[in-house]
């Protein structure tokens, strides 16, 4: 008999206590244990990022990560990212976008780019394609992922403006005046 070892893993804000074998790979555990199957398992070597998550705010290869590592951890997987059924901007960006087309490595797209997001809320393409790097997409959805994560950038950006007009510059304003009729605010001299 395996001796089994009890982790405590907080994932998409819900903590869940599970004794595991201590070699189980923190995506069997999503997979098979918790029943998330949006991380998708790849190759198993950590080489195509069909597996990442976010743990603790960066993502990981969870096909490098044993669940018993994971303990005591935050996870998100991309089940976690819509909130109230509401899809975050960046995979609003994906959707109008055309940033999927078989969508097995959508997730670690989505994923991954919020990393950057986070790090880097207005990336530059070829710091869009450097963060893509780490997930291979057999389709070739690279250019479209890239108009996704522009679109996002613009989304929160106008989400911005609108929730605290009176701190916009007009200057700030340029890059999307273009593509939205919305009331700004110059802020105060």
């Known amino acids: ?7 405590v893993i907080k994932v998409n804000g819900k903590q869940y206590t599970t004794d595991v074998e201590p070699r189980l790979l923190l995506v069997d555990f999503l997979r098979d244990i918790l029943n998330l199957t949006g991380t998708k398992s790849g190759c198993d ?16 290869k969870s096909c490098a990560v044993l669940a018993v590592q994971a303990s005591g951890s935050d996870v998100m997987t991309i089940e976690g990212v819509a909130q109230n059924g509401q899809l975050s901007a960046l995979q609003e960006g994906f959707w ?42 057999r389709c070739g959805v690279y250019p ?6 522009h679109y996002a950038v613009e989304k929160m ?7 605290k007009p009176e701190t916009v510059t007009a200057h700030e304003c340029l890059p999307i005046a273009r593509t939205a009729n919305v009331p700004l605010k110059a802020k105060s001299q």
């Open 96 to 137: 109008n976008m055309h940033g999927l087309q078989c969508g097995y490595c959508t997730p670690a797209m989505i994923m991954s780019l919020m990393d950057l997001l986070q790090n880097n809320p207005k990336p530059s393409e070829a710091e869009i394609r450097d963060w893509l790097d780490g997930v291979f997409c």
């Open 144 to 149: 479209n992922a890239v108009r996704a994560v």
């Open 1 to 7: 008999m395996q001796n089994l070892m009890q982790t």
């Open 45 to 60: 070597t950590g080489q195509c990022g069909a597996c990442t998550v976010m743990l603790n705010g960066v993502s990981v």
């Open 157 to 163: 950006q106008m989400e911005s403006i609108i929730a």
